[in-house]
């Protein structure tokens, strides 16, 4: 009898661990949003903040795009080459899928940005264009 459960626990462990790799794999596979923002370059409003605008939308099977409504999109920055992004701000977008915010430049050195959705309803993890700020 304990014979008989060992083995069960073990083909059921088995089936668990198989079914996570199965759906880990897929998740590369998913289709992408569409983030499309313009780097705020000339967009300054005060001495170091800048405006950055964008919008996100979701392609559909038929070839539409419908907005990204009412979700979040994470603003991430990095100050080096081998630094790890750091999410600096969640925003939320509107009904029509789009987003503002105020980002903040160093007095010294560059920032890198981007913008980050989180996978979910079938799409996967989306990463904006990759921008740098900065004062000269």
Known sequence: MRKL?????????????GGVLATGATAGSLPKRIIDEVPPGTKQVSYN???????????????????????????LKKACGTCQWKTVKKVKTNDAGAYKTRIYAPSK???????KVDHSNGYGNTK????TLYFD
Do not use: C, H
């Open 5 to 17: 459960r060992a083995v069960l626990a073990v083909l059921i462990a088995a089936l668990l661990v």
């Open 49 to 75: 903040a800048f405006k950055l605008k964008g919008t996100v939308m979701e392609p559909q099977a038929d070839g539409t795009l419908l907005p990204y409504a009412n979700q979040k999109v994470k603003i």
């Open 109 to 115: 050195g560059r920032w890198k940005w981007r913008s």
């Open 128 to 131: 904006g264009k990759i921008w």
